[in-house]
């Protein structure tokens, strides 16, 4: 009963994806990325039909344990980029570096402006990370994990929604800023939608998104003593 639930669970979550992108591809507008409309559909299919979260995981967890080789795929592109990624190693760097400090440093102040509690100012610092690894940092400062998740998907969507407007607003079009800016501020959605930009957009999405993790879980601590002191 369970493998058949799990079937159509991911037949259905399937079929809802790809009448999305159908739709994206006819009108290219970001709102309308289907990751995004993909989950809004999905979430209001099982609030209609009062289905809990853990029925729906149970093919869920099918698709999701997908991600993993997703992002390892992800490493082709970089791979046929390497050349770029050697000549151009120092921005690449500095660009992911000052986007993740920017990112944390943003977020926490934001929510301090806004006099939020010590637990939801903490759960915010790894926003634009991509989720295991925030999980991981924000367990380590002691704030809630659940906040951050929900936190990682709204940097990851806005991102990927007006990330491509910010960047014709700012004249940034060089393929290896573009890249950078998404992968740093919205992480694996931000990747996606490098994608359609471009290969080169793409690779320098990813290694920035992979930057991005290792130094926020080195500099989290840092960022936090700099705002609560």
Same mark, same amino acid.
Request: glycine share 10%; hydrophobic share 55%.
């Given at each position: ?11 259905? =979550?399937?079929? #809802? $994806?790809? %009448? *999305? ?17 993909? =989950? ?5 299919l099982l609030? @209609? ?6 029925? $729906? *995981? ?7 344990? !997908?991600?993993?080789?997703?992002? %390892?795929? /992800?490493? $082709? ?7 770029? /990624?050697?000549?151009?190693? @120092? ?13 944390? !440093?943003?977020?926490?102040? @934001? ?9 939801? #100012?903490l759960s915010? %610092?790894?926003?634009?990370? =991509? ?9 380590? /400062? ?11 998907? #709204?940097?990851?969507?806005t991102g990927?929604?007006?990330?491509? $407007? ?8 060089? *393929? ?5 800016? @998404? ?5 694996? !959605? ?18 920035? *998104? ?15 003593? !700099?705002?609560?002191?």
């Amino acid at each position: 009963m369970n493998i058949l639930l799990a079937v159509i669970i991911v037949v259905l =979550t399937v079929f #809802i $994806y790809a %009448v *999305m992108a159908i739709i994206y591809k006819k009108y290219r507008l970001p709102f309308l990325m289907p990751a995004l409309t993909g =989950t809004a559909g999905i979430v209001v299919l099982l609030v @209609l039909f009062h289905v809990p979260y853990s029925t $729906y *995981m149970v093919g869920g967890q099918w698709i999701n344990q !997908l991600l993993g080789p997703g992002v %390892v795929a /992800l490493a $082709y592109p970089l791979y046929k980029q390497r050349q770029q /990624l050697l000549k151009n190693w @120092l921005p690449i760097v500095g660009g992911s570096l000052a986007g993740v400090f920017a990112g944390m !440093l943003s977020g926490m102040l @934001l929510a301090v402006m806004c006099g939020f509690s010590r637990n939801f #100012i903490l759960s915010v %610092v790894p926003k634009s990370v =991509t989720t295991p690894v925030a999980i991981q940092i924000v367990n380590h /400062l002691g704030g809630d994990s659940s906040l951050t998740s929900v936190f990682v998907m #709204i940097a990851g969507f806005t991102g990927a929604v007006a990330g491509v $407007y910010l960047l014709k607003l700012f004249r940034i079009h060089h *393929m290896i800023g573009s890249g950078i800016a @998404l992968g740093s501020a919205s992480h694996a !959605l931000g990747t996606a939608k490098a994608l359609e930009i471009g290969e080169r957009a793409s690779s320098m999405s990813s290694i920035a *998104m992979t930057i991005s993790a290792i130094v926020a879980s080195i500099i989290a601590p840092f960022v936090v003593w !700099l705002v609560f002191n």
